[in-house]
């Protein structure tokens, strides 16, 4: 079966610096995956290749069997590839509702309207109303963005990438800086994504991790050093050696 | 032959005067992150305290010169302390571009009531004035003088910035004005003494250029736009590149008014248009963080 | 679905047409005033009005698309310019006349928008003003059809509908200006609240945010520009009819300036704003500069810099707190 998403020998460089290093993986239909690794591993990097962000010094990306390596940021999102950012991205002067509904209406290309009503239609209404209901947001549908908690804009990043009704779906960091207390919300609405899609999160929250993947890529140094499940991840020589390395080798040092 | 080499020492003597008026506003641009669209209106105040000096305290143009960068610094020195610091390094240039708008249109209006509508002219002492015997060719004395300040004034900055040791700290507040404020440069203190600079060698711009930008109330008006084209084409930030912004469009504007005067501004601004399309941050500049 | 979302969304109540039909009240009732107390001054009254639409304009382009621009002022100059020339050399209905105006504003509006929408921050704004000023370097070259320095003269419309004269006393032109002020402004309170509206306004607020869920910014902006264009045309194009005349100080950099003094007085982003600052603005400057052109300079000095560091959000944003705190104290 063709591939949802697809990375062949991605590489970036920065000069003579690899922050990318000859990463290959591929993303199945209902693939739950989770991308861990030591800080600085190029996590957020790979992401921001695979959205077009920027562009890899070698190698290729494909989206059902289409090399999308050379597309547009907005040309790879209407192919079906969405992202959330780590730090919160959202339209900050305008409603919950405005936001949601912009991704809506942006999906079905009716942002190209200059006369009939926005947020209000009816069905554009439905669906917004739909989906901030499910991650909790309903009642808060007419505040300003900038108004709300840091929570509560993490879950507007997600009902946003929901909105766009994605086929791959790259959650970059979901629960971070949200309260202990308020994750379990977050992993509510990303389990209850449809199941034929492929959602890619990074996290460093491994109990989230634990709950959410199917299957753990794990990043050090720019390279793929174990894709397997996340039993076996712990277990694993070289990912100890990632992450606990340098610990180790300071004991080690006279 | 002649009109070429009247071409080239107009040409010459207008882009050095840009330069040095421009420049300082370079520095501001590329250390405070400020569009100072009031840069003209200081330098012009620079030229009415020379006028000033020479036709009703009678001292000598050298001496008007001092008077007229030290008057305008403090001139400048409320304005520092109460409007430009609340727009340091703030990153809407609209903010910015209203509130030195502003300054200007109120400088315009009181230079008006103080001085009068008319343009005031700086007498140049008998050593400039007249021509000089270059061997080949007589050129005015005055433009060479201009010139010979531009590249003193050029050297200078240069030096400062390079060589000394408030030019070191200056280059760190403005690549990185956290960590500078963490080794304990004292950023305020520059902020302060860079405006300071940069007003003053606007004022210096003022006075020397007098005869090639009459000094007159809408002089700061006027001339508004020339100076930020200066610098958005150099490059904020760069002496490279406001020598070489201004000698460019000091050629281009001269050339033009001698030899297609009918066209006014339009290769000017077209010249402008093409550099900035293809290098947005300017011919020497930077994308800034 | 796996369960039924309980909706919980707050209920808010909308007549259709309401904020349209109040805006055009309102102008409505603005214009009586004008009317039947300066009868005498309805010539300046039709020229605020033209000025009006050019800081509607420049609010679509500012307020909703976070564009900066000292240049405006040549897409209105462009349309009064053309409206001009065409009247003069025979086409004298003034309708045709205000859709020439339309047709330029708009054209010009493309070209500046596909140079100016490219880049953001400094090149944006320095990009232009240069595009301004080439406009005004061209109408001055132009002389042969603009009239370069003198200016264009003798602009003589026809009867509007065939029947209402262009008189002195600028009654037909006035209430031809304030017809139309309704119209477009009843037209563009309801684009800014379109899909198109609200999508300029996202990427105002963010625009990798936009990107990010599939949005082309740049043909956008331009777009939007295009209508900005249309609307300063419009204005452009009333100049010249109402006046007769048609100088460089229509494409000047300080009409530029002076119209975003304007909409930063009365506050961008609400068309409202761009109304109330036009109409202050003017009204202090008839008063004010007749008496000395100078002082009026020092006091609009200080009343950037007041805005700046009290008001940056311009006058209009006290008035709008109070009608928001207003409308959720009923909603509760």
Known sequence: MTALLEARSISRAFGGLHVTNNVSFALQPGDRVALIGPNGAGKTTLVNLITGDIAPSAGQFLMSGDDITAESIPARVQRGLVRTFQTTRLFQTLTVADNVALAIMQRRGITRRFFSRATERPDVRAEWSDILARV??????????????????????????????????????????????????????????????AVLMIEHDMDLVFKFASRVLVLAAGRLIFEGSPKDVTADHEVRRAYLGSYADARRAP | MRLALSIATDALAYGMVLFIISIGLSIMMGLMRVVNLAHGAFAMVGGYLASYAIRDLHVHYSVAILLAVLGTIIVSIPFELLLYRRIYRKSDPLIQVLMTIGITFFIIGVVNFIFGPSLKTIPLPALLSGPLDIGFRSVPTHRLFVIACGVVTALS????????EFGIKLRASVDHSGMADALGIRTEIIYAATFALAIGLGAFGGVVGAEILPIEPFYALRYMVTFLVVVSVGGAGSIMGALSASLLLGLAD???????????????YLTVIVIVFLFPHGLFGRAHA | MTDIALNRVPHRRSIAFAQEGLGALAIVALGAVGWFLFPDDLAFLTRLIGLAFLV???????????IATLGHAALFGAAAYAAGIACVRGITDPLALLGIGIVAGALVGLISGALIARFRGLPQ??????????????????????????????????KVFGIFNFDMYSRTAFLFSLAILVVVFVALSRLVRSPFGLMCRGIKDDDLRARMIGVAVYPRLVVMYGVSGAVAGVGGALTAMSTGVVGLDSVSFERSAEVLVMLVLGGAGHLWGALAGALIFQIFEHIVAAANPFHWMTLVGLLLIGIVVFAPKGLIEPVLTLAHRLRKGRAS
Not at chain 2, 254 to 268: D, W
Not at chain 3, 56 to 66: A, E, K
């Open chain 2, 254 to 268: 001269t050339t033009g008014k001698y030899l297609a005067p009918e066209f006014g501004e339009f290769f000017f």
């Open chain 3, 56 to 66: 509607l304009s420049l609010d679509l382009v500012t307020g909703y698309c976070g």
């Open chain 3, 125 to 158: 704004l320095v990009l232009s003003i240069a595009v301004g000023q080439l406009v005004a370097a061209l109408a001055n070259k132009l002389q042969w059809l603009t009239g370069g320095s003198d200016g264009l003269s003798g602009i003589a419309p026809g």
């Open chain 1, 136 to 197: 909790g947001l309903d009642m808060l549908a007419y505040r300003r963005v900038s108004e709300l908690a840091y929570g509560q804009q993490r879950l507007i990043e997600l009902a946003i990438g929901i909105a766009l009704k994605p086929k791959v779906l790259l959650l970059d960091e979901p629960a971070a800086g949200v309260p202990h207390d308020e994750a379990p919300r977050i992993l509510d609405a990303i389990n209850a994504l449809p199941a034929d899609i």
């Open chain 2, 157 to 164: 900055l240069w030096w400062l910035i390079e060589k000394t």
